[in-house]
């Protein structure tokens, strides 16, 4: 029986219920962390930047709704003291937005505030001070605007996709090699995805669409008048496990940096781009400690566990989706080991050792959080 199996039995056998009943009376040590990324009222299967929504307003109300009756919200500060020797609540939960899309303003906030609740927002910050688009979300954006039948790449690798009746194929694995190509060159990746395409962004509809999506840093320092808390999340959104150390420093230290300066405060917590572990890459692991950050948060990979403190550079987290029911939310509270988890995928070398074939299609990007085991459904979204 799938995951999926397992919560709707337990479901339907009444044992959910009872399961909270004995969570809130047990204090059972455990703390999840949920993440966000966009909540809205739009379909990646008709909007080319809908693929990293987690959640309707309407599911959103719901989900906060549930843990404020059954949890006890927390934010970094308490995490932070907790990591220090201190105590957490009984039946901690902690709420985070990856990103810093327009509706952690427009549409989060008021939920949180409503409900007494409180989360973590992680922002890359060179996108918000440059009103830039995201880089996946340029990809979605050339991809659908694009005419052509097939994208034909020579850079990093030789490269054919097929784009008739198959865009989030290509997306899907246009993306997989920002995430896994080793010191990849970001703009002449995507302005080359452009040419190949015949697609031209002006900047000036860049800027504008930026706008539209990403939150200002007026609407920053307003998430933390509410009693919010932003941390970073780098600059650029470039995937830690694929940069040079010069490269990981850089973003780290940059991005620290810049939140300082726009909120007046320390900073000392990190959210991995993509959420990819880092206990095998001692160079990041070093450099987190020289840029002064005290904890880095992975994501889709468990519960925490909190009799013993943990890694601070590996707290766990559990990815959000919007397939996710009703049923399938309250089971992965009640039994986190039901949210699902990923298997970290192998990286491209920058230099392959062996000749590239005329026609090489790259790995595509893993579904984020989507289900094998749970609630299938046709239209995957991207773990970011």
């Known amino acids: 029986m799938n995951k999926y199996g397992v919560a709707k039995f337990l479901e339907w056998s009444g044992a959910l219920g009872a399961i909270m009943t004995v969570r809130r009376m047990l204090h059972i040590p455990w703390l999840p962390i949920l993440t966000y990324h966009r909540v809205a009222n739009i379909d990646a299967a008709t909007n080319p930047f809908g693929d990293v929504v987690d959640a309707t307003p309407e599911q959103f109300e719901k989900q906060v709704a549930f843990l404020g009756e059954h949890f006890e919200f927390i934010s970094v500060r308490d995490l932070l003291a907790y990591y220090r020797g201190g105590r957490l609540p009984p039946n901690p939960v ?28 992680f922002v890359p910050t060179t996108y918000l001070e440059s009103r830039r688009i995201f880089w996946w979300d340029r990809i979605s954006l050339l991809v659908d605007r694009g005419t052509r039948e097939v994208l034909e790449l020579e850079y990093p690798f030789t490269m054919r996709l097929p784009l008739v009746e198959e865009k989030r194929s290509a997306v899907c694995a246009l993306i997989g090699v920002v995430k896994t190509y080793m010191e990849l060159d970001l703009d002449r990746f995507l302005d080359h995805v452009a040419e190949a395409l015949g697609v031209d962004l002006a900047r000036d509809e860049e800027r504008k669409l930026a706008d539209e999506l990403l939150m200002t840093w007026d609407q920053v320092r307003a998430l933390e008048k509410w009693g919010m808390q932003v941390e970073s999340h780098t600059r650029t959104h470039r995937v830690m496990n694929t940069l040079s150390p010069q490269q990981v420093c850089e973003e780290l230290v940059g991005s620290r940096v810049d939140l300082e300066v726009q909120l007046g405060r320390r900073i000392c917590a990190l959210a991995y781009p993509v959420g990819y572990p880092v206990r095998q890459l001692p160079h990041v692991r070093e450099a987190l400690r020289t840029a002064g950050y005290e904890l880095a948060f992975t994501n889709q990979t468990g519960v925490n566990h909190t009799l013993l403190r943990g890694d601070c550079f590996d707290v766990h987290r559990i990815a959000m989706n919007r397939q996710y029911d009703d049923m399938y939310f309250r089971a992965m509270l009640a039994v986190p080991y039901l949210a699902p988890s990923r298997v970290m995928p192998r990286p491209y070398f920058k230099q392959r050792p062996t000749p590239v074939p005329v026609v090489a299609t790259p790995r595509p990007a893993e579904p984020r959080s989507r289900a094998t085991d749970a609630r299938p459904t046709a239209t995957p979204t991207l773990n970011m």
């Open 94 to 121: 902690m709420l985070t937005f990856d990103d810093g899309y327009r509706e952690c303003h427009q549409e989060v906030l008021p939920v949180l505030l409503r409900h007494g609740a409180c989360a973590t927002f």
